[in-house]
């Protein structure tokens, strides 16, 4: 396995984690309490970990991974490390379905709504971008496309909130769409794991066309790459593991752009070997920052992980325009 | 033995004609070079050649194949592709990029076999640049970018060899070993065929010139007559007297 020493120094990582974000939080657990909930010991402290604690780190896991292995597919797909989930419109897409949700207050209906909208609006925001894009697109033209989509569930996002019936439903979206892992429970892991999963699954069948690419698009085609079967398993990818992360914890920004990037130089910047240590990485900040935001916190006051992840991002985007501006030639 | 058999080939973008009506036959062992003015269809040419572009007209076949009619994977090893613009996104190692040259040869989700790599070392050799394989490409020259690039497109071990401008913004050294690569390719019997501006590199070393004038074949044959005195003030609207001469520089 090429770059095996980074992989398995990122699922130590992982691990390490996983288990410090298990046991870190305003109810003191310990390792007892991990064994009684796997067991099925129902008084507190069990059932703290295995209700609140373990479906909060397993999604931010899941949401993680997806999140970073479709920033490193994007940005190899696109030849361009400022592509992101956000960038092909899938995040505000599924953000508008989500939100649809929640205005015409079907959640309450109906348990699974927000995240069966949110999966529908990122369908809608895929479909909307090949047809905008056209079946023989080129990767510019998908970004421009991908924007164009954004920015409309972005307005109508915005309309909705607008016309939000009472302050309720309108703080209820926007606190939705700052994105957090606080209403995790194994419903949500049940329903966002076997999307996420087969999402960042097709990702992995890209790879080698996504080296192929590297040499752009011409040379990609005449070494047999099919590029539109490579584009729907990008797109059909990009959807399920972003739409399904989103579907269960709103929009968290700039994870997608920051792992891969960071990650790139350790696999000699070759894009197929980037897809798996980006997950990893990718699940990693996630759970590090969402068990930041929980410690963070204070009674009544919670810090969203949306909003952790968007400052510390949005600068290291700005550092990474600058950056990528003096390395040119 | 590979022959590359355009029939009464014509290809519209729009209204504008880019290629109309061109019939060739080209055999394995040729150097073969295309020459003409810009927009006069070279790279028209290769693309269609390469199966990269589906003419509007007339046919390509592959010994007898046309070439549409091949599964992508299948007509990759056969036919390989150097677009102009050699650029890399990613700042790739030199050994890395010549391997892609194998992704037609590789199987789903496996690894590069002793064969690939036995591949990877001949094409690094030919192209006279094993001593850069383990330099990451946005360090080198464009001298060796170029012939990095050739070594890609020898790793796949393919019988045509297609190549658009690989001559373009060399010094003459590097021109004159760029072609030294693609004459000892076409001596060993593949077919090569290369577009170039270049005409008195061209004179030399192709054993037949295809000269393109607003989409059409307008010569096709040995050096001495495709690029005759006459031949060269009518298309390019030059003069050379008695023809253009091969060039006379030398590789030390």
């Known amino acids: ?329 | 033995m590979t022959q590359l058999n355009l029939q009464r080939v014509g290809l519209r973008y729009g209204d504008a004609a880019a290629l109309i009506d061109a019939s060739a036959c080209f055999e394995s062992g040729q150097l073969v070079a295309l020459v003409g003015p810009n927009g006069a269809g070279k790279s028209t040419l290769l693309r269609v050649c390469a199966g990269l572009a589906d003419p509007s007209d007339g046919i390509v076949c592959l010994d007898d194949a046309p070439i549409g009619s091949l599964k992508f994977a299948a007509r990759a090893r056969r036919i390989s592709y150097l677009p102009p613009d050699g650029r890399s996104a990613w700042a790739l190692k030199v050994h890395t990029i010549v391997a892609l040259g194998r992704v037609p040869h590789l199987k789903p989700l496996r690894r590069l076999s002793a064969r690939d790599e036995a591949a990877n070392k001949e094409a690094l050799d030919r192209a006279g640049v094993s001593h850069l394989s383990d330099r990451r490409f946005d360090t080198l020259s464009s001298g060796e970018r170029a012939r990095v690039l050739i070594a890609r497109s020898l790793s796949t071990q393919s019988d045509v060899l297609l190549l658009d401008e690989p001559t373009a913004a060399l010094d003459p050294k590097h021109q004159l070993a760029v072609m030294e690569i693609l004459k000892s390719e076409a001596d060993r019997g593949r077919l090569v065929i290369v577009a170039a501006h270049a005409l008195e590199l061209v004179a030399r070393y192709a054993d037949r010139v295809v000269v393109l004038q607003n989409g059409v074949i307008r010569e096709d044959g040995p050096p001495a007559t495709s690029l005759s005195e006459a031949v060269v003030r009518v298309v390019f609207g030059v003069t050379a007297s008695g023809g253009v001469a091969p060039t006379r520089l030398e590789l030390l």
């Open chain 1, 1 to 329: 396995m090429t770059h095996w020493k980074l992989n398995a120094g990122l699922a130590l990582g992982l691990v390490g984690f996983i288990a410090l974000a298990l046991f870190a939080g305003d109810t003191r657990l310990e390792v007892d309490h991990f064994l009684g909930a796997l067991s099925g010991d129902e008084s507190l402290g069990p059932l703290v970990m295995r209700e609140l604690r373990m479906p909060r780190v397993l999604l931010g896991v899941l949401v993680g991974a997806g999140l970073g292995a479709s920033g490193a597919v994007l940005q190899g797909f696109f030849r361009n490390p400022l592509a992101d989930p956000g960038v092909v419109g899938v995040s505000a897409s599924a953000g508008l379905g989500a939100v649809v949700a929640l205005y015409f207050g079907l959640s309450e209906r109906f348990a699974f709504a927000v995240p069966v909208s949110a999966v529908f609006g990122a369908a809608i925001g895929v479909g909307l971008l090949l047809t905008l894009a056209g079946a023989r697109a080129s990767a510019t033209t998908l970004i421009l496309a991908g924007v164009a989509v954004g920015a409309v569930a972005t307005a109508l996002t915005g309309l909705l909130m607008n016309m939000a019936p009472n302050p309720w439903a309108l703080s209820e979206i926007a606190y939705w769409l700052m994105g957090s892992l606080n209403d995790a429970s194994w419903n949500e892991v049940r329903f966002a794991s076997p999307l996420i999963v087969a999402g960042v699954a097709l990702l992995f069948l890209t790879a080698r066309g996504l080296d192929a690419l590297s040499l752009g698009e011409e040379t990609a085609r005449s070494l047999g790459v099919e590029i539109g079967v490579l584009r729907i398993l990008v797109i059909g990818g990009t959807a399920m593991a972003v739409g399904g992360g989103v579907a269960v914890s709103g929009a968290i920004g700039f994870v997608g752009l920051v792992v891969p990037h960071l990650l790139r130089p350790f696999v000699e910047h070759q894009p197929a070997a980037l897809i798996l240590p980006s997950a990893l990485g990718g699940a990693l900040l996630i759970v590090g920052a969402d068990m930041a935001t929980r410690l963070i916190s204070g009674p009544g006051m919670p810090l969203y992980l949306g909003v952790l992840t968007a400052l510390l991002g949005a600068p290291f985007f700005l550092w990474l325009v600058r950056a990528t501006q003096r390395r040119a030639p």
